[in-house]
T-cell receptor, first 105, second 114 residues
Framework: RKEVEQDPGPFNVPEGATVAFNCTYSNSASQSFFWYRQDCRKEPKLLMSVYSSGNEDGRFTAQLNRASQYISLLIRDSKLSDSATYLCVVPPGFFGKGNQVVVIP | GAGVSQSPSNKVTEKGKDVELRCDPISGHTALYWYRQSLGQGLEFLIYFQGNSAPDKSGLPSDRFSAERTGGSVSTLTIQRTQQEDSAVYLC????????????FGEGSWLTVV
């Protein structure tokens, strides 16, 4: 299935830099979206919801572009601890393959 | 329990044997999901249960895979005649009322077929 697609990367990001990536979805009727974070050999955990008006949580900003059917995640002032894989999910539970982020000292 | 509980945590089985993986969702969650994740790969959707509706089995990779959810709570994923390519972590997740609600994951069942 290709309900959702992500560029797996890796995205090598210098510490302190900004990184952004998108997740495209195929079902135009989808209403709710989420970003999850997955650390190596751990289960995914909710990072943030994605609202139509956008959503900001500290250094993280999530946005939805319905016209082009994608959601985005932006991480500002990257920390070493941000190194992880970031997964988007569209209803009813289809996950993308994830964007792997590696923050480099 | 407070979270999604899966058992066993780890399972090593011989090729050709059947295995059963159990998932106990968060109490009150009506939606339950099974995923498979091979090492270094993304989450592969297997099956989705929502309340009393017919499950979405579209992700099951072959007829060796089946899942049940009894009484709207505990679910069992069964893999018959296991193959080496079945080696992966099997993640169960649940959410309240399904679509549009946060999905919570268990820690997974790590399956190794030798």
């Amino acid at each position: 299935r290709k309900e959702v697609e992500q560029d797996p990367g890796p995205f090598n990001v210098p510490e302190g830099a900004t990184v952004a990536f998108n997740c495209t979805y195929s079902n135009s009727a989808s209403q709710s979206f989420f970003w999850y974070r997955q650390d190596c050999r751990k289960e995914p955990k909710l990072l943030m919801s994605v609202y139509s008006s956008g959503n900001e949580d500290g250094r993280f900003t999530a946005q939805l572009n319905r016209a082009s059917q994608y959601i985005s995640l932006l991480i500002r002032d990257s920390k070493l601890s941000d190194s992880a894989t970031y997964l988007c999910v569209v209803p009813p539970g289809f996950f993308g393959k994830g964007n792997q982020v590696v923050v480099i000292p | 329990g407070a979270g999604v509980s899966q058992s066993p945590s780890n399972k090593v089985t011989e090729k050709g044997k059947d295995v059963e993986l159990r998932c106990d969702p968060i109490s009150g969650h009506t939606a339950l999901y099974w995923y498979r994740q091979s090492l270094g790969q993304g989450l592969e959707f297997l099956i989705y249960f929502q309340g009393n509706s017919a499950p979405d089995k579209s992700g099951l990779p072959s007829d060796r895979f089946s899942a049940e959810r009894t009484g709207g709570s505990v679910s069992t994923l069964t893999i018959q005649r296991t193959q080496q390519e079945d080696s992966a972590v099997y993640l169960c997740a649940s959410s309240h009322r399904g679509v549009g609600n946060t999905i919570y994951f268990g820690e997974g069942s790590w399956l190794t077929v030798v």
